[in-house]
T-cell receptor, first 114, second 109 residues
Framework: KAGVTQTPRYLIKTRGQQVTLSCSPI?????VSWYQQTPGQGLQFLFE???????NKGNFPGRFSGRQFSNSRSEMNVSTLELGDSALYLC?????????????FGPGTRLTVL | DAKTTQPPSMDCAEGRAANLPCNHS???????VYWYRQIHSQGPQYIIH???NNETNEMASLIITEDRKSSTLILPHATLRDTAVYYC??????????FGAGTRLTVKP
């Protein structure tokens, strides 16, 4: 079974631009979560989507948004990019089993904001 | 904020067992203990999880104390490829995961 895939793997943008990142979950997984990883703040939860609905949201500004499609693929968007948005963006998918719910991560998208 | 405490770094000799501790003294009765590892800027890799019984899989063993306030991840025969940051996370399965700083394990030849 194929793992979680993320595109693109690397991205360079300039301040003020916007960016869209894509995540394809493991087949059959309906939950997709997004995380931001920076050297200073570590791995931080952004939001989770399940059945096209946002279920949980972390403490990030409204410039960070996401959506999920009917095939469970998810995108996240960052508008008005700031230098501090440079990070590794990770997505994870899961079955949302209420008992164990193991999340499986993709390789990440490395975003550099200049 | 993460609800776990892990040592920032540990060393282990190749071929020996690596024992990574984690304190989670405020764990709730319905929270599981999950372990992930991250090898240099790759996506975190799931290792193992448990509720109160000890667990073992092909990668590792998880030992949870009887009071569930701490746990130990055991890599039975560490290799150089096990060098990574190891994260211990406690969560109710339906909630999001909160990562702490983890333990940087260095396996030395």
């Amino acid at each position: 079974k194929a793992g979680v895939t993320q595109t693109p793997r690397y991205l360079i943008k300039t301040r003020g631009q916007q960016v869209t990142l894509s995540c394809s979950p493991i087949s059959g997984h309906r939950s997709v979560s997004w995380y931001q990883q920076t050297p200073g703040q570590g791995l931080q939860f952004l939001f989770e989507y399940f059945s096209e609905t946002q279920r949980n949201k972390g403490n990030f500004p409204g410039r960070f948004s996401g959506r999920q499609f009917s095939n469970s693929r998810s995108e996240m968007n960052v508008s008005t990019l700031e230098l501090g948005d440079s990070a590794l963006y990770l997505c994870a998918s899961s079955l949302r089993d209420p008992r164990t719910d193991t999340q499986y991560f993709g390789p990440g998208t490395r975003l550099t904001v200049l | 904020d993460a609800k776990t405490t892990q040592p920032p770094s540990m060393d282990c000799a190749e071929g020996r067992a690596a024992n990574l501790p984690c304190n989670h003294s405020t764990i709730s009765g319905n929270e599981y203990v999950y372990w992930y590892r991250q090898i240099h800027s790759q996506g975190p890799q799931y290792i193992i999880h448990g509720l109160k019984n000890n667990e073992t899989n092909e990668m590792a063993s998880l030992i949870i104390t009887e009071d569930r306030k701490s746990s130990t991840l055991i890599l039975p025969h560490a290799t150089l490829r096990d060098t990574a940051v190891y994260y211990c996370i406690v969560r109710v399965p339906d909630n999001d995961m909160r990562f702490g700083a983890g333990t940087r394990l260095t396996v030395k030849p």
